[in-house]
């Protein structure tokens, strides 16, 4: 019991990674109704400029992070100003054929800047494997005290500053008069221009706050795997997430993390034998397929309101 | 122009003029018209005769459709306003509510509301009053605050749309077509609150109708549009009892029922070209 409790909150931990991720899309989607391809393509270019400041530009590290806050708010600005404006009421799918644009030049972007090489990411974050036996919490299952060995003190941490991220994002976008007016410009963009809301500038907003939670994330993912040239595939591993949790849900890209990272580390240990290995790679991606079957809109996602 | 029309000050003047969308269809072909202070101003006019792009015109709208106003000139208070962006336009006190309600599906009735506020930085105490006061003009709407604004009705989301616009404390409402869709009880219903708004709030509507009838009703000038161009203006009473007006637009005629063959041949030697 206590191994199937070691994988299921190794998982949950590994899963919060992907929210982090996956949040980064829900923004962008939530303000525009636009699947931002280019947001694994951000979060390289955030870790990589992170990095890059620090290697070649010589910045301690506390400077580094709003100097790669501040270049990726304008990273923000610049894509509305140039590739958005000119969008204004156009189809979605223009929208999203132009974020596949934006994935090539911003990852040729970073590159540029700082080059191709593979740097590490040192943020001071202990990772070291924290052994509990909850023992003197007074946790028990049956008598029998829960030992975790797997869990690891970086996963908490990620796990932590994920929460806070959300909490802080979800009294935005509820509360806030700007977060009110993000979500009806994802609703329909027409009606929000007509009662005075600016398009431009809410864009801007929108695309700025995905480069901070796409610098979180790159920071978090760089920090565990090093910074590469990979890193724009994390956004792959965000898919299913929010297939899962619901494309325009903050709440759904962590549960959907959660549920993905539990789902994937289980169906490994448990099922996996039977394949001969390996699956946690492709599994997360059938679960999410088998999902879309059973509820398009995600766990959390807004429901098509048609009215006939 | 507007001899007959209510007194006051002009408060829109739209002077010649002339919309391209995409820089090759020509929509407008000329237009002009006034709007004084504390009126209620009818468009009226067939599918496609312009209404609808003359009132995004005024809102610039028109910016988001590639449409621009390429020759005259539109004036609000005395200032030239083709160039301002629509939220320059909603600060200064222009609203459009839109052809087809728009409102926001997902967000709650109040949550709509709220963001006709959005030009606005008031705080939430005078955001609230103003929330009360918009439900006295709809109660409707406050039994439905929490309802998502895309599962209520037809005539409410007409309502919220309305409503979303009084958030901005407009001088000027341009109303598209609220009568769309709608039953007869409610058109009324709804343009009853239009003439309530107009009394009590001094709100001054340009009304783009297809329901000739009802339109001439509630308002206090009119101008009909054909192909872009106006081709008859008058008081509303006076439009209302024009035989022409009358038949083509209210279906009524003096000289009994003709075979459509006539009518149409009628209608085709009397154009109203400007």
Redesign the interface.
Known sequence: MSFFLEVLIGGLLAGIMYSLVALGFVLIYKASGVFNFAQGAMVFFAALTFVGAQEKLGLPIWAAFPFSLALMILLGVLTEKVVLRPLVNQPPISLFMVTIGLTFFVEGLAQLFWGTKVYPLELGIPDEPIVTTFENWGISLAGVPIVLQEINSFDLIAAFVAGILVAILAIFFQITRVGRALRAVADDHQAALSVGIPLKTIWAIVWSVAGFVALIAGLMWGARNGVQFALTFVALKALPVLILGGFDSVLGAIVGGLIIGALEKLAEVYIGPFFGGGIEIWFAYVAALLFLLIRPEGLFGDKQIDRV | MQQDGPKGNVLLDINNIEVIYDHVILVLRGISLQLREGSIVALLGANGAGKTTTLKAV?N?LQ??RGEVTKGYIAYKGDRIERL???A???RGV????EGR??????TVE??L???A??RKVSGRVLKADLEKVYTYFPRLKDRRRS?A??TS?GEQQMVAIG??LM?MPTMILLDEPSMGLAPQLVEEIFEIVKTLNQREKVSFLLAEQNTNVALGYSDYGYILENGRIVMDGSSAVLANNSDVKEFYLGLSTTGRKSYRDGKHYRRRKRWLA
């Open positions: 809102s709208l988001s459709e962006t629509p939220s336009l909603v600060k609203v459009q509510v839109m728009h409102c926001f599906p997902h967000l949550e709509n709220l963001t006709g959005y030009t998502q895309g599962y037809g979303r616009a901005a």
